[in-house]
């Protein structure tokens, strides 16, 4: 890649220049990313196979439903706090556009504040159900502390992006920036 088209393409990331600038938080986004796109995949090869065993060997996978929906459930879950991170959620921003700067800040912390509460909800409802259902194991033998991970580690991902906003936008960060951020992305309206 040239210099001018690293350029372009950190330009046109939805991920706000205050995430961008950290190094942990640079790799998080990376191993986010890469975490998403290899359940992703893991996704598309389980359902494939499901295809294949069920209808070119007629000898149809036990698991392979379970396992794709428990797939599924990490996905979004994962996405949930790359949205976060990105700020790719869908927002509805014409009472934000009205408001002044000092007025636009505290209204997004509040948001933030409200959804890290919701977020921390969900993480500790599924780390609490996680832990009493350690020892159980789904008929196929998935056990079901695997299929309740994502929403402590989702939880936990987003948290940290709703923690980093917070602080940047109290250390100044623009709001705008990242309202218009969010814009781009086609996230706003």
């Not at 939805?14 to 942990?24: G, H, K």
């Not at 389980?46 to 396992?67: C, D, H, I, K, T």
């Not at 934000?96 to 977020?119: M, T």
């Not at 350690?134 to 923690?163: K, M, Q």
Request: aromatic fraction near 10%.
């Amino acid at each position: 890649m040239t210099a001018e088209v690293e350029t372009e393409v950190e330009e046109k990331s939805a991920t706000p220049d205050f995430q961008r600038s950290n190094r942990f938080l640079a790799g998080l986004a990376v191993f986010e990313n890469w975490l998403i796109m290899l359940l992703l995949a893991g996704t598309v090869l389980v359902l494939l196979g499901q295809v294949f065993f069920r209808y070119a060997l007629e000898q149809p996978l036990s698991w392979s439903n379970e396992a794709a929906t428990d797939l599924l459930v990490y996905v979004a879950f994962v996405g949930f706090a790359i949205g976060i991170r990105d700020n790719a959620h869908v927002a509805l921003n014409l009472f934000e556009r009205k408001l002044g700067a000092r007025p636009r800040k505290w209204l997004r912390i509040g948001e933030l504040v409200v959804l890290g509460v919701v977020l921390g909800c969900i993480g500790i409802g599924g780390a609490t159900y996680l832990w009493e259902q350690r020892d159980v194991v789904s008929p196929v033998g998935i056990p079901l502390w695997a299929a309740f991970l994502p929403l402590p580690f989702g939880a936990v991902l987003g948290l940290v992006h709703i923690v980093v906003e917070v602080v940047a936008v109290l250390r100044g960060a623009s709001v705008e920036e990242i309202v218009d951020r969010e814009a781009e992305a086609g996230g706003a309206v």
